[in-house]
């Protein structure tokens, strides 16, 4: 039985701004002279999430909706796994899977198919399942004979499209999403929302941010709204959504 | 600790990439891998001729001790110097895919592994062209060799975190190993009484060299693999501290 739950969770993280921040050998000075060299490392901290809790069971779809800045990919990240909380827990069932920057670890020099094998890799996938993916995404982006050469010689939309399908090759329990379906062609954006369909269908819970109304009703039958880090609404979709566009209009 | 474990769990990836980076030096080119294998026949090759007009040919065999040396100390110098790197260098990764942290670091040791691999078959072949006699001893650098792997694991646990908050620590781990190659008897063999002064019995990277050089050489030094293999463990458990209480910070400080 997959699940996602975070208790009261608060992401704080450093910004260490100052080269002097950055150095051992200026924070050893300081500390050793008693303060008396160097202003040391006096960091700030920016509250990027603050007390979210999160509970989401098997067959959950919740969206995240907020403005840019609101602290919904630290929450996607979080709850994937990557950042760990200042305070509180994350609890999960499952195995995690997420589609968050399109495209890292992508290696101009090689081909749209070794990339593809490299981030299923990246992805956790192996073995027979590796292939599997891999075959199945190489089909989806229709980049036939392209697949060969180096990503290098792609326009931006092959780039895309490859991006996209590979990300999307993967079946876990839990599924993460940040806002993947971007711009591109009419019969890509089709394709690529049945894509994402198949994929959350597959997932036992998932968890999308989006900024969309379309797909947020589309895939999910809960939502929150996160502004500063904070959760400020959480409800059926319709209602949430209802209450961000108020505030924040068109 | 659990992500730790998953870590190991996850080799197949971790190979994988590090498989990856090594064939990525490569591509566009035309001499390939050759290139790693070229790089250190030149340098021994310089370092041999030169001393050969200096001492003469003497029944040490300074040409095995280089062929097996030189490589060695990259290694050595690679654990230390990519451990630092290794974090910063898999920034997109990290924000990107849910894979168990340590992954990052595992990936630049089992990287440096490789490309030592590359050079060892110079000096495997120069030993064997040397005829360096081949006893059981000389297995025993096997053993040494999983001793200096567990001291790169130590170390990338250790350093990976450290030089991602400190970013000094890179700089100043390349300083060091740059002293060092000279301090250590790399290119260079000590006298039976320099071999017990504490300027090399107090050097960790010298018994680290002895236990992978000294058994293919035929010489096995009871203290040096002692030395070694402490100092290699207690690496890799302040290594797995360091990272357990790092962990949480890492992703902000890359």
């Known amino acids: ?250 | 600790m659990d992500e730790l474990i998953a870590s190991l769990k996850a080799w197949r990836t971790w190979f994988a990439i590090a498989m990856d980076d090594v064939a990525g030096k490569y591509r566009r080119t035309v001499l390939g891998p050759l290139w790693l294998v070229m790089i250190q026949a030149g340098f021994i090759s310089g370092l041999w001729l030169l001393h050969r007009n200096i001492y003469g040919a003497g029944e040490d065999n300074f040409l095995a001790y280089l062929a097996v040396g030189l490589p060695l100390w990259s290694l050595l110098t690679m654990l230390v110097a990519d451990s630092c790197d290794s974090l910063l260098k898999a920034r997109g990764l990290i924000d990107s895919y849910p894979l168990p942290m340590a992954v990052h670091l595992f990936r630049s040791v089992a990287t440096s592994v490789l490309i030592f691999a590359h050079s060892f078959v110079v000096s495997i072949i120069v030993l064997l062209a040397t005829r360096e006699p081949l006893t059981l001893t000389t297995l025993l650098f096997v053993p040494g060799l999983v001793i200096v792997i567990v001291f790169g694991f130590g170390l990338a646990l250790t350093l990976g975190p450290l030089a991602a908050r400190f970013r000094d620590l890179l700089p100043a781990a390349q300083a060091g190993m740059n002293l060092m190659f000279v301090l250590t008897p790399v290119f260079w063999i000590p006298t039976p009484e320099l071999r017990t002064s504490p300027l090399l019995q107090l050097n960790p990277f010298y018994h680290m060299m002895e236990v992978v050089r000294g058994p293919l050489l035929g010489h096995v030094d009871p203290v040096s693999w002692t030395v070694a293999s402490l100092t290699a463990v207690a690496t890799l458990v302040i290594g797995i501290v360091v990272f357990i209480r790092t962990r949480p910070q890492i992703t902000f400080w890359i």
């Open chain 1, 1 to 250: 039985m997959a699940g996602l739950k975070l208790y009261g969770v608060t992401v704080s993280y450093p910004v260490v701004l100052n080269s002097r921040q950055r150095s051992a050998l200026a924070n050893a000075a300081n500390t050793l002279s008693f303060g008396r060299y160097g202003r040391g490392a006096n960091v700030d901290y920016v509250q990027a999430l603050r007390d979210v809790s999160v509970d989401i069971p098997q067959g959950g779809r919740l969206g995240v909706i907020g403005r840019n800045g609101s602290g919904k990919s630290t929450l996607l990240k979080t709850a994937a796994g990557i950042i760990r909380p200042s305070r509180g827990r994350r609890e999960v069932n499952g195995k995690v899977g997420c589609v968050l920057n399109l495209g890292a670890g992508l290696d101009p020099d090689k081909s749209g198919l070794e990339n593809m094998r490299m981030i299923a890799r990246l992805h956790g996938l192996d073995g027979e399942e590796l292939d599997a993916a891999v075959e199945d995404a190489a089909a989806f982006t229709e980049l036939e004979a392209f697949l060969e050469m180096p990503v290098r010689a792609y326009s931006s939309g092959m780039g895309a499209r490859l991006n996209f399908a590979i990300a999307t090759a993967q079946r876990s329990d839990v599924m993460i999403i940040d806002e993947v379906i971007g711009t591109g062609d009419a019969y890509f954006v089709s394709k690529a929302v049945d894509r994402v369909r198949a994929l959350c269908d597959g997932a036992g819970v998932l968890m999308l941010a989006t900024h969309s109304y379309a797909i947020l009703r589309d895939f999910c039958d809960r939502a929150i709204w996160l502004d500063a880090g904070r959760v400020v609404a959480e409800g059926n979709v319709d209602e949430v959504w209802e209450a961000y566009y108020a505030a924040h209009g068109g």
